[in-house]
C-alpha cells in the first residue's frame, strides 16, 4: 500500500483549538511493509478542564485520567513511532496542530510529511457525498467498537486506507496520494480544480462551504497568494475555518481600491460567519500632539477615528497602548528627542538622556522650541494623518462593472452604481489603517477621476 512507512494517528482533545485545549487521548498505529509494527494508545492527563460535552462524545471523565501520564511522559514513545514516517489522519491539520503545540511546549520541533484520509476519500471517491469519518465508517461498513475513542478511530482510517487500495489499485491509490503531498497544506474538503484558474492578480475572494454559504470574503493585489497563505497557517481561527471550505470563488478587480471597495461591499452584504469573528478595531491608541512650555510634548488616548475626527491632530495610530508606547520610545532615541517632553520620563529637572548627552536640553530649555519642534515633526511625519483635503466626501469610479465609491475623511460611506446623485447607497463609515492608506495612494494618482459629492440625510 505505501513504499513508506506511515503513522495512522487520532487524539480526542478538551476542546476545538490547541491554543486553548489540551490532547485527553492519543493513538498511533505505525504501518510499514505491508503490516502493523508498532502501535500505541494512551489516555493523556491534560492538566485541564474537561468540558462535561467532552465527557459525553468520548466517554473520558476527569476520574479516568486521574493515573493517566502526562504528555512529556508518552512524548518520547510517540516521536519513536513517528521516526521518519508521515503523519496520517483523518482531517490531518486538526490532529497534526494539536500534537505540534503539545511537543513545542517540551522544546520538541515536529515537522512530519502530512496525509489526509479526508482528502483520500475525495479524489478516489469524488461521486460519494460525504466524507466524515462517521460517513466513511456506514458507507464502507467499517468495523469499530468504540467511536471518539482515538484507537478505534486510528484503526478506522487504517481499515479505509487498505480498502481504498484494494479498491482502486496501486495506481490510482499512489496518484492521490502523490498529489496530496505536493499540496499537503489545503484543506482537506476543498475544490481542488476551483485553485487552478486563479491567477496572481487582484481581486476578492470568497470561501465557502458544502452548500456555497460564505464564510469568509478577503481581497489581494495577489489572489493565489494570498488564498494559499491562509491554509498555511496554523492559527486556530484559520485552522478551524479550513475545516469547513470547501469551495473558494475569486473575481479580479483590476485594481487594489476595486478590491477593497468590492470586499468592502460583499462583507456587508454577505456577512460571512468568519469576518464577523474577526475583531475590527473600534478603538485605537492614538498619538495627539501638545505643548508645554513652547514645545511640542505627546499624549496618548484610547478613541475611534471617524467622520468628526481632525485627523491632523493625529500622529499615530496603534492596537494598543503598548505599541504606541514602543514606537514613542523608537522614534526618541532615533531623533533625539526628550524623553521627558515624550512623556516617557516623569521628573522635574533635566532627564536622564540629556545627563548622558543624548538630549540637547528640551527638558531644561537649553535647545529653542522652534528647533526641536521642528525635529518632533520630522520624526512623527510618517506616522502623522493626512488632513482630509476636501470640503466634502468625493466620489471615485472604481470599474465599468462596479459603479463607483463614496470617500469622506478617508472612510467609505457609500456605493453607487451610476450616478451618486440617484442611486446612492450611503452608510456609516468606519476608518481604517490599511483602507486610509490604500484610498490615500488612490486618490494622488487619480485626482481626474474625483467627483464632489453631497450626502443629503
Not at 513511532?81 to 490532529?95: C, E, L, S, Y
Not at 478551524?240 to 473575481?251: D, E, L, W
Not at 525635529?375 to 466626501?393: D, H, M, S
Amino acid at each position: 500500500m505505501f513504499d513508506y512507512p506511515v503513522v495512522f494517528v487520532d487524539i480526542e482533545t478538551t476542546g476545538g483549538s490547541y491554543r486553548n485545549s489540551r490532547v485527553l487521548e492519543i493513538a498511533a498505529i505505525r504501518y510499514e511493509k505491508g503490516k502493523v509494527t508498532a502501535e500505541m494508545s494512551t489516555l493523556v492527563n491534560p492538566q485541564s478542564y474537561i468540558p462535561p460535552m467532552i465527557t459525553g462524545l468520548t466517554g473520558i471523565t476527569p476520574a479516568d485520567i486521574i493515573d493517566a501520564p502526562l504528555f512529556e511522559d508518552i512524548a518520547d514513545e510517540f516521536m519513536e513511532i513517528m521516526d521518519g514516517a508521515v503523519f496520517v489522519a483523518h482531517n490531518v491539520k486538526f490532529d497534526y496542530s494539536f500534537i505540534k503545540s503539545e511537543l513545542s511546549l517540551l522544546g520538541v520541533r515536529f515537522s512530519p510529511k502530512l496525509l489526509c484520509t479526508v482528502r483520500l476519500s475525495r479524489a478516489l471517491y469524488a461521486e460519494q457525498k460525504g466524507h466524515s469519518l462517521a460517513v466513511l465508517i456506514e458507507r464502507h461498513q467499517i468495523p469499530f467498537q468504540k467511536r471518539h475513542r482515538a484507537l478505534d478511530d486510528a484503526r478506522a482510517i487504517l481499515y479505509f486506507s487498505q480498502l481504498a487500495f484494494d479498491t482502486h489499485g496501486q495506481e490510482m491509490f499512489d496518484a492521490a496520494i502523490v498529489k496530496q503531498l505536493r499540496t499537503q497544506s489545503l484543506p482537506a474538503n476543498l475544490n481542488m480544480e476551483e485553485l487552478k484558474s486563479i491567477g496572481n492578480v487582484p481581486g476578492v475572494y470568497i470561501f465557502e462551504d458544502e452548500l456555497h454559504q460564505p464564510l469568509y470574503v478577503g481581497k489581494s493585489i495577489t489572489l493565489k497568494k494570498r488564498i494559499l497563505s491562509h491554509f498555511q497557517d496554523t492559527a486556530a481561527r484559520e485552522l478551524k475555518m479550513s475545516q469547513h471550505i470547501h469551495h473558494v470563488r475569486t473575481i479580479p478587480t483590476g485594481s487594489e481600491l476595486a478590491a477593497l471597495i468590492l470586499e468592502s461591499k460583499l462583507v456587508k452584504e454577505l456577512q460571512p460567519l468568519y469576518n464577523r469573528r474577526l475583531r475590527r478595531i473600534s478603538s485605537y491608541a492614538i498619538l495627539t500632539k501638545d505643548q508645554a512650555e513652547g514645545y511640542a510634548t505627546i499624549s496618548i488616548r484610547s478613541g475611534s477615528v471617524n467622520a468628526e475626527t481632525d485627523t491632523a491632530s493625529v500622529y499615530g495610530l496603534y492596537e494598543s497602548r503598548t505599541q504606541a508606547k514602543h514606537q514613542i520610545d523608537y522614534l526618541t532615541r532615533l531623533f533625539g528627542l526628550c524623553p521627558k517632553r515624550m512623556g516617557i520620563e516623569k521628573t522635574n529637572g533635566a532627564c536622564f538622556s540629556y545627563a548622558l548627552g543624548k538630549c540637547k536640553g528640551a527638558c531644561v530649555g537649553e535647545e529653542a522650541p522652534d528647533l526641536y519642534n521642528r525635529r518632533f515633526e520630522i520624526a512623527l511625519e510618517k506616522n502623522k494623518l493626512q488632513t482630509w483635503p476636501y470640503a466634502q466626501p468625493i466620489g471615485l469610479p472604481v470599474g465599468d462593472d462596479m459603479g463607483g465609491v463614496v470617500i469622506d475623511n478617508w472612510m467609505i460611506v457609500g456605493f453607487y452604481t451610476e450616478n451618486p446623485l440617484v442611486d446612492l447607497q450611503a452608510f456609516e463609515g468606519q476608518f481604517d489603517v490599511d483602507e486610509y492608506k490604500i484610498i490615500r495612494q488612490f486618490i494622488r494618482q487619480n485626482k481626474h477621476a474625483i467627483v464632489p459629492i453631497t450626502l443629503i440625510d
